[in-house]
């Protein structure tokens, strides 16, 4: 049998060899993930699901004379894209291959690898490398999360509790959300660069193997950055610590809008913040966040962090929470469309949103015609290809602006561009400004609240101050886009 193997080193080389085989032995094996699904991270600049590994590769077989090694990941099989996929399914694509078989692999150095992995010794090399050994003493210590304890309660509700810990001793039990509030918590007060490989949301209910390595994860995530003394032995990780008993509080339900008009609704009490118990609940992962319309305003504003549900209990008729996309990087867009329940929210999103794209006659019934037949995929690839996707607009806005001082502005906040339309007063033309996010120098708050960019233009230094009533919003948007970006400013 005529049999062709062909590697492609997405970070090394490219190699091609023709030979004979039997009965398909190609000569590896692999072992990656038994589920569907996982983290994104970011190697060279790319985001990548997790991939199977090549475990073992046969000394003089085809596929070591292709240069396959063992550690190489796989992200393709003869063109199919298998990030994200259960070993079963790589497999099966691998088997079906018959005489061709294309593999497009990541050959990584050991940091990275650990990095796709998870694995948190990364932690240490950015405390160094960041930081400086001289400004956060190290200490030995030993914490652990050896098992997690399930909690069942009334109406069906149960969750999970992580048992942590010290020195063999114990010291408390933590769901993730008490994890990802102290997470955040570290990060109003330390650097990011040393709370790295915190592990994320995923958006669907895990299964033991899941719970398995989310525990494993924050073990030797919460391992790693408690041996820096200062982070040990300040106020907010003791107070995590603290053994205490959950109080009683007033318990209320939230009705929360899916993007395919579905209602689900939650029961939270009045001490917990919208984020930690809505998104807990609905385990959201980067793509999605809870936002929240108020009947007088009749416009979104993102739920953050310190947005608290006491507030909201008298207010509660004059208030509704929905599941949003929260994503304006079409390569992140990309993963959502693989997947079916993400897929589905995103078709609901542009749909939902069709009548902002200024579709001529012809392309709308186009639309209309996949959206009849359920083409999600379809109607999603299409509309992504119009101006202002994925563009969130602020109409009304208050800007000062080189010599424009107090003017009205439409504010369009998307992946790659800041685009300002002010209205000149005594002028029929609107003045357009275009400002790219790579140009960008600091973004500072005042302290009323108003943002102040600067940035280049023609190789001049320029100041825009931002004011309106979403600034929060307008913040949000801000952040979002630089991390999916990758980019960093002066803040």
Not at 62 to 90: C, F, P, W
Not at 104 to 120: M, P, R, W
Not at 387 to 392: A, D, G, K, P, Q
Not at 446 to 475: A, M
Request: glycine share 4%; net charge negative.
């Amino acid at each position: 049998m005529n049999t062709e193997i062909i590697v492609e080193t997405s970070l090394l080389h490219k190699v091609e060899i023709t030979t004979n085989a039997e009965d398909n032995e190609y000569g590896f094996q692999i072992n990656g993930q038994t589920f569907e699904g996982g983290q994104l991270r970011s190697v060279g600049g790319i985001l990548y699901g997790p991939m199977q590994t090549v475990s073992s590769v046969t000394k003089d077989s085809l596929a070591y004379k292709a240069g396959l090694r063992i550690g190489d990941r796989i992200r393709s099989v003869n063109g199919i894209r298998v990030e994200s996929m259960a070993q079963h399914t790589v497999i099966d694509l691998i088997k079906q291959t018959g005489v061709f078989l294309k593999l497009e692999v990541l050959t990584l150095t050991k940091e990275d690898a650990n990095y796709l992995d998870g694995n948190t010794d990364k932690v240490l090399r950015n405390v160094k490398k960041f930081v400086g050994s001289h400004l956060y003493d190290r200490k030995y210590i030993i914490i652990t999360i050896p098992n997690v304890t399930h909690i069942y309660e009334k109406n069906n509700v149960n969750y999970i509790n992580y048992d942590v810990y010290y020195q063999g001793s114990y010291l408390c039990s933590r769901r993730y959300s008490h994890f990802f509030k102290y997470y955040n918590e570290l990060k109003n007060k330390f650097t990011p660069d040393i709370l790295t490989n915190f592990p994320k949301k995923w958006p669907f209910k895990l299964d033991k193997h899941q719970i398995d390595r989310r525990r494993r994860l924050l073990e030797a995530w919460i391992d790693n950055i408690c041996s820096i003394q200062e982070i040990f032995d300040n106020s907010i990780t003791q107070e995590f610590f603290s053994n205490f008993e959950p109080k009683s509080f007033k318990l209320i339900y939230l009705n929360v809008y899916l993007p395919d008009d579905n209602i689900l609704t939650v029961q939270v009490d009045e001490s917990t913040t919208i984020s930690d118990k809505l998104l807990e609940i609905l385990d959201i992962a980067e793509y999605f966040d809870v936002f929240s319309i108020f009947v007088y305003d009749y416009d979104y504003s993102i739920t953050h962090k310190s947005d608290n549900v006491c507030y909201l209990i008298y207010n509660f008729n004059y208030s509704k929470f929905y599941l949003k996309k929260w994503v304006f990087s079409l390569n992140l867009e990309a993963f959502m469309i693989e997947n079916s329940l993400t897929l589905k929210y995103l078709y609901y999103t542009v749909i939902s949103d069709l009548a902002n794209f200024n579709l001529d006659e012809e392309s709308l019934k186009y639309i209309i015609h996949l959206k009849n037949k359920n083409k999600y995929k379809e109607v999603v690839n299409k509309l992504q290809k119009y101006n202002h996707y994925n563009t969130i607009i602020f109409k009304g806005v208050d800007i000062t602006y080189m010599d424009l001082d107090n003017y009205t502005a439409n504010l369009k906040l998307s992946y790659n561009i800041i685009e300002i339309e002010i209205d000149i007063k005594n002028d029929e033309n609107v003045h357009i400004e275009n400002i790219y996010w790579i140009d960008i120098i600091s973004v500072k708050i005042k302290h009323d609240g108003s943002i102040i960019v600067n940035y280049k233009k023609e190789d001049n230094d320029v100041t825009l101050t931002i004011d309106c009533k979403k600034i929060k919003y307008v913040k949000a948007c801000f952040d979002k886009i630089m991390e999916e970006s990758k980019l960093n400013y002066e803040v």
